[in-house]
């Protein structure tokens, strides 16, 4: 791989993924206004209040993966073959707690405003649909950062070119899917 990209590299290597994940984010704002995710957001008091962070921390917490696992790459720390080793297993599980944990603090800060607001809501409820999206899409992400991140590098794509669009989308459309799935489930067990 080439140190230093020029700009017309780094546009043939970024524009084919951010026009997926244009294509892709128009799918997850269609998944916002199905019948299911409307009845979702009205059974669930605070689903549509934690939406964004929910959404946010996904794109910050597995871009940071990205980016770690990108530098790794470059630094030649990390092998272009996806090998369970310490290195990369500390970045894989250290950003899967972080999603987790970030994501149960959602459903609690969420709580807590709608408290604030003298509405009513269900700390149970919003930890249980958060914490089943967030293992949901935990498994999803890392499956397709890994496979993004190792494939492109070996194929000669600079991982730091394309990870923020496939990170941001994946995240967008698992994480709109998944807060469906544990909207039902919640509903289904609580």
Known sequence: MLGHDTALDVYRQA???ILVS???GLFAGTLLGTETMREGIE??????LLLPAFLATRGGVYGSLG???SSGLHQGLIDPHFEWNGRLRNAIVASFLNGMIVSVFIAVLAWGVLLALGRDGSLLELVVVLVIAALLSAFAMLG?????????YRRGLDPDNIIGPVVTTVGDVFGVAFLLIGIAVAGAVL
Do not use: C, H, Q
Not at 43 to 48: A, D, H, W
């Open 15 to 17: 524009l084919p993924v």
């Open 22 to 24: 244009l294509v892709a």
């Open 43 to 48: 059974s669930v008091p605070g689903i549509l």
């Open 67 to 69: 980016a770690r696992l």
């Open 144 to 152: 397709v950062l890994l496979t993004v991140i190792f494939k492109g």
